[in-house]
Antibody, heavy 121, light 110 residues
Framework: EVQLVESGGGLVQPGGSLRVSCAAS????????MHWVRQAPGKGLVWVSR????????SYADSVKGRFSISRDNVKNTLYLQMDSLRAEDTAVYYC??????????????WGQGTMVTVSS | QSALTQPASVSGSPGQSITISCTGT?????????VSWYQQSPGKAPKLTIF???NRPSGVSNRFSGSKSANTASLTISGLQAEDEADYYC??????????FGTGTRVTVL
């Protein structure tokens, strides 16, 4: 069974840093593009970042470029999102998602349950 | 990176068909057949419903169908059922090698 389990969320002050993780199981993690998507409370989905299977291709949304960094460990089957210089508007549930059908073009067939990140003083 | 435009809400009676539009630009929807649709129930993660404009993942009801014309993609739900009540989001690949989601549509079954 495919599973994606996020962790590492929490409360952080503006300007602070946090790293969230996504542990994958039930499939060959190293074969898939992976993405981060966030959703602020009561708001819509927003794409954050993507990484290809071997980590050689990365993209970011303009809103996080220069502040967030995506990475992966294909031995530990884990995807990461390092978030620096956090702002109040980064407050959201952060989901990791597998790109199951389209090699990076955004067809997310499996999602984690999400981890909440709250940026507040 | 502007969000794709969707109607805020669409409603229909059981058994009816409804269509949700997703309007982008020539930089995203109009240039790529990489449009997906997601269904999200309250408190749950989104569920892939349509990918690559009109393809249904295994296990998704054939009551869901997708299409595209120029800069606008559409999701049609036929034979509307109470279980279809949820939020729906479109997404598209863009010419900046990024992805964009739609503003979201709340579907209500009357």
């Amino acid at each position: 069974e495919v599973q994606l389990v996020e962790s590492g969320g929490g409360l952080v002050q503006p300007g602070g840093s946090l790293r969230v993780s996504c542990a994958a199981s039930g499939f060959t993690f190293s074969n898939y593009w992976m993405h981060w998507v966030r959703q602020a409370p009561g708001k819509g989905l927003v794409w954050v970042s993507r990484m290809n299977s071997d980590g050689s291709s990365i993209s970011y949304a303009d809103s996080v470029k220069g502040r967030f960094s995506i990475s992966r460990d294909n031995v530990k089957n884990t995807l990461y999102l390092q978030m620096d210089s956090l702002r109040a508007e980064d407050t959201a549930v952060y989901y990791c998602a597998r790109d199951g059908y389209s090699y990076g073009f955004g067809a997310f067939d499996y999602w984690g349950q999400g981890t909440m990140v709250t940026v507040s003083s | 990176q502007s969000a794709l435009t969707q109607p805020a809400s669409v409603s229909g009676s059981p058994g009816q068909s409804i269509t949700i539009s997703c309007t982008g630009t020539s930089s995203d929807v109009g240039s790529y057949n990489r449009v997906s649709w997601y269904q999200q129930s309250p408190g749950k993660a989104p569920k892939l419903t349509i990918f690559d404009v009109s393809n249904r993942p295994s296990g998704v009801s054939n009551r869901f169908s997708g299409s595209k014309s120029a800069n606008t993609a559409s999701l049609t739900i036929s034979g509307l059922q109470a279980e279809d009540e949820a939020d729906y989001y479109c997404s598209s690949y863009t010419n900046s090698s990024t992805l964009g989601f739609g503003t979201g549509t709340r579907v209500t079954v009357l």
